[in-house]
């Protein structure tokens, strides 16, 4: 019997997209802008103070 010449990995690959963190937590900060007609900047202060997105999550 031949040996395997070839080897496969054991790294087990995600089926689902991982999302960008940073673009879905620019996104959570533009709808807030809107909902509340706020700027942007303030936005992003309101999503930080309230601990909004994806970002807060991994502080936490």
């Known amino acids: 019997m031949k040996a395997k010449t070839y080897s496969r990995s054991i790294a087990i690959r995600p089926h689902e997209a991982i999302p960008d963190t940073a673009a879905v937590q620019a996104r959570i ?32």
């Open 29 to 60: 900060e533009r709808r807030l802008a809107n909902r509340c007609r706020v700027s942007d900047p303030v936005a992003a202060v309101l999503a930080s103070l309230a601990g909004i997105g994806p970002q807060m999550r991994e502080m936490r």
